[in-house]
C-alpha cells in the first residue's frame, strides 16, 4: 500500500519509470520537476551543443518553467500552490544561481512559505539547472 499513482496530462512526461507524484492520505508527494515544457524537447533558458552538453543557461527562465510545472502537477493531483508543505530544490550550480533563483522563490512563495532545503549537486538527468520535488496537502 503506498498510495495512488497520478500524472498530469498538462506536464511533461517523466524521463524515468516513476509518476508525477503519489497520494498517500491527504499528502501528496511530487516526483523531483524541472523546466522541460510539454511536447517539446526544448527547455526554457536552455542552449545545447550538437553533442547535447549546455553550452548557456538562463536561470530564470528554468525557475519559471519548472513552477509552473509544479503548479499543473498539484493541481491535476488535487491539490494547489498554496499548499505545498516542504520544498526540495537541486541547483548544479549555487554559487551563480542561488540568488536569482531565491528572489524568484521568494516571489512565488511570498504568502505560502514551506519548508525548504536548497543543495547543490554535480548534475542532473537531463541538461538542466534545477528540479524541485515537493510534498503538498490535499
Known amino acids: 500500500m503506498n498510495g495512488e499513482k497520478l500524472n498530469s496530462s498538462r506536464a ?3 524521463v524515468g519509470l516513476y509518476p508525477h507524484a503519489r497520494k498517500f492520505g491527504n499528502l501528496l508527494f511530487l516526483s523531483g520537476v ?8 526544448d527547455i526554457p533558458g536552455v542552449t545545447l551543443n550538437n553533442e547535447g552538453k549546455i553550452v548557456d ?3 530564470e527562465k528554468q525557475c519559471h518553467s519548472v513552477f ?8 491535476d493531483c488535487g491539490s494547489c500552490w498554496e499548499k505545498i508543505i516542504d520544498v526540495q530544490v537541486f541547483l548544479t550550480n549555487m554559487k551563480d ?9 521568494a516571489d512565488y512563495f511570498s504568502d505560502n512559505q514551506p519548508t525548504r532545503t536548497t543543495i547543490e549537486i554535480k548534475s542532473l538527468p537531463t541538461p538542466i539547472a534545477i528540479e524541485l520535488k515537493v510534498i503538498a496537502t490535499i
Open 12 to 14: 511533461p512526461q517523466a
Open 57 to 59: 543557461y538562463d536561470i
Open 97 to 105: 544561481d542561488f540568488k536569482k533563483y531565491n528572489k524568484i522563490y
Open 34 to 41: 524541472g523546466p522541460r515544457t510539454l511536447d517539446s524537447k
Open 68 to 75: 509552473n510545472n509544479i503548479k499543473v502537477i498539484l493541481e
